[in-house]
Nanobody
Framework: QVQLVESGGGLVQAGGSLRLSCAAS????????MGWFRQAPGKEREFVAA????????YYADSVKGRFTISRDNAKNTVYLQMNSLKPEDTAVYYC???????????????WGQGTQVTVSS
């Protein structure tokens, strides 16, 4: 089982940027598809972005396409989510997750971090 720890969340004004990091330990990160999810109060956890094992493929939710960029550094066992042009509706707890397959539902990811809060003010 891989352990995941997110960091980089905070409060930002609309239009601003944040970079989230997810540090992995316990297993080699390169054996996992990595994803970012988010959950706003009263809503279900939703998919944000995913990156393939070596980083050659990425996939985004329509709501963040063109604004967010997922990347990974397997040598550092770290995954990143660069978030630009943030909107108030991006406010949520953001979770890093590790999975074995190139699929993007919550159930397809078996390991999760504790989450980091992102708040975007208008």
């Amino acid at each position: 089982q891989v352990q995941l720890v997110e960091s980089g969340g905070g409060l930002v004004q609309a239009g601003g940027s944040l970079r989230l990091s997810c540090a992995a330990s316990g297993r080699t990160l390169s054996t996992y598809v990595m994803g970012w999810f988010r959950q706003a109060p009263g809503k279900e956890r939703e998919f944000v972005a995913a990156i393939s094992w070596s980083g050659g493929y990425t996939y985004y939710a329509d709501s963040v396409k063109g604004r967010f960029t997922i990347s990974r550094d397997n040598a550092k066992n770290t995954v990143y989510l660069q978030m630009n042009s943030l909107k108030p509706e991006d406010t949520a707890v953001y979770y890093c997750a590790a999975g074995r397959n190139w699929r993007f539902s919550v159930a397809d990811f078996g390991s999760w971090g504790q989450g980091t809060q992102v708040t975007v003010s208008s």
